[in-house]
């Protein structure tokens, strides 16, 4: 596609489900990068994807959070048992090239609301 | 890892004037500085970028300097207009992520 797709736009879940969101980068980025934005709030980094490799994922804020990616293309991120402090924008980015130092392209975001 | 302060979290100017937004950065093996700007309810969307072997950098009304050996770099919008109106946040990447400061929301004022 011509830019980083994200789905769905807006998720609405219970506390305690198990939801999962995805992210399509720009065809040929090998780098991805998943942020959490709350309301009014900064870029939270989350997970760092070089290829399929995961070499940083230092800022998963619990075990409930996880993220896949793979055939360098599609990535998801995980939440299982979600609490209300989950509700936020969840950002995906890929850039092109091995390391991060090139423009990282953002996707429109999930709005993901935990009730 | 990275650790990118920014300041001022909010700066109001009127139209025409200057803003200047100021971010230090902690991992000495950081190169590359992009500069991003997000509108309300849109993607951050980068606006400038500059690379350590760089001190500074233009583009029209947007400017940004480095300076490594303090590790502090620095946006500088010119002859400000209501449409700069957003939050920019500055951001910080070696090899590794990409690390962004907390943003500043500039309100410039007609």
């Known amino acids: 596609g011509a830019g980083v797709s994200q789905s769905p736009s807006n998720k609405v879940t219970e506390k305690g489900k198990d939801v999962e969101l995805r992210c399509d980068p720009i065809?040929?980025?090998?780098?991805l990068y998943w942020y959490r934005q709350r309301l009014g709030q900064g870029l939270e980094f989350l997970i760092y994807f070089q290829g399929n490799s995961a070499p940083d994922k230092s800022g998963l804020p619990s075990d409930r959070f996880s993220a896949e990616r793979t055939g360098e293309s599609v990535s998801t991120l995980t939440i299982q048992r979600t609490q209300q402090e989950d509700s936020a924008v969840y950002l995906c980015?890929?850039?092109f090239g091995q390391g991060t130092n090139t423009e990282a392209f953002f996707g429109q975001g999930t709005r993901l609301t935990v009730v | 890892g990275e650790n990118v302060e920014q300041h001022p979290s909010t700066l109001s100017v009127q139209e025409g004037d200057s803003a200047v937004i100021k971010c230090t950065y902690s991992d000495s093996a950081s190169n590359y500085f992009p500069w991003y700007k997000q509108e309300l309810g849109k993607r951050p969307q980068l606006i400038i970028d500059i690379r350590s072997n760089v001190g500074e950098k233009k583009d029209q009304r947007i400017a940004v300097t480095l300076n490594k050996t303090a590790k502090h770099f620095s946006l500088h919008i010119t002859e400000t207009q209501p449409e700069d109106s957003a939050v920019y946040f500055c951001?910080?990447?070696?090899?590794?992520?990409?690390?962004f400061g907390k943003g500043t929301m500039l309100l410039v004022s007609p």
């Open positions: 980015a890929s850039s």
């Open positions: 065809s040929g980025h090998t780098a």
């Open positions: 951001a910080a990447s070696g090899y590794s992520t990409l690390t």
